[in-house]
């Protein structure tokens, strides 16, 4: 991989290292943390999904009539990364986006789905972010995260698209968050085995393989401007900083819920006496 690249993984190194070693993993302790977890990080399934359609949009032709867009190689990278995020299957065989798989783990083990499909029904109504944020209550953090990622889409910067997309999306699942997850499972097999399924799939086909063609998309698009690659490092800088402030705002929803929990069972307990 070129020089431009490598440079930019030597920059981002230690943000990623935050997201890698998140408190918030070691705060998840049962299932009811996990589910605060998931409602946060759904609407970074969702809007990866819209960032990987406007880069379809970008480097390949999606009107009709047809006529060739961009480089080849591009387009195939591309449509190839499309078909495996949004037609994979799920732990029976069925066709399914990795956003609907996730929709599937979450009401599986009980987690609340209510604020991302009111988001995502009154968007599709509207088209007005500030109003599905609002109506459906989505947390802060995940309006910024959002927030951020449409930015980048508005740009219409195929490169600086592909550069979140490439950096600041793909292989931030840490070891130590997959071994949490089994753990969990152990206790409750029948509550997040379609979560476990979502993250092991989630490795096999977005980990190397995917990774190894973003990057080459990424190459491909900045080419040899200087200028490309200075936006690309900054957008993935804050791309990062984006899932930081994600997870700060998971975390200290669990951190609220085992607080308020232990006030309870304090007041219960002092009633009782």
Same mark, same amino acid.
């Given at each position: ?153 508005? !740009? ?54 995917? !990774? ?26 804050? !791309? ?22 232990? !006030? ?10």
């Amino acid at each position: 991989m070129n020089d431009k690249i490598e440079k930019i993984k030597k920059v981002i190194e230690p943000l990623r290292q935050q997201i890698v070693n998140h408190k918030v993993y070691a705060a998840i302790k049962d299932l009811d943390d996990l589910k605060v977890f998931m409602q946060y990080h759904i609407y970074a399934v969702w809007d990866f999904m819209s960032l990987l359609k406007a880069l379809q949009n970008n480097l390949t032709c999606t009107s009709i009539p047809w006529f060739p867009k961009g480089s080849a190689d591009t387009r195939h990278l591309i449509n190839e990364i499309v078909v495996g995020e949004e037609s994979d299957v799920d732990s029976q065989g069925n066709r399914k986006s990795h956003f609907e798989l996730y929709l599937d783990a979450m009401l599986q083990c009980g987690a609340d789905t209510s604020q991302i499909e009111k988001f995502i029904s009154v968007l599709k109504n509207t088209g007005d972010f500030k109003s599905a944020f609002e109506t459906s209550a989505a947390p802060l953090e995940a309006r910024e995260f959002v927030d951020f990622t449409f930015k980048i889409i508005g !740009s219409d910067k195929d490169y600086l698209q592909s550069a979140i997309f490439t950096f600041g999306r793909e292989d931030l699942i840490p070891g130590m968050f997959i071994s949490l997850v089994n753990d969990i499972h152990k206790n409750f097999p029948n509550s997040i085995s379609v979560f476990k399924y979502y993250l092991e799939r989630h490795i096999e086909v977005d980990g190397d393989h995917h !990774s190894q063609l973003a990057l080459q998309m990424t190459s491909n698009l900045c080419g040899t401007d200087k200028q490309y690659w200075k936006e690309a490092e900054q957008a993935t800088i804050e !791309s990062l900083q984006k899932r930081i402030h994600l997870w700060d705002g998971a975390y200290r929803q669990i951190m609220n819920r085992k607080t308020n929990e232990s !006030s309870m069972s304090f007041t219960q307990t002092s009633n009782s006496n």
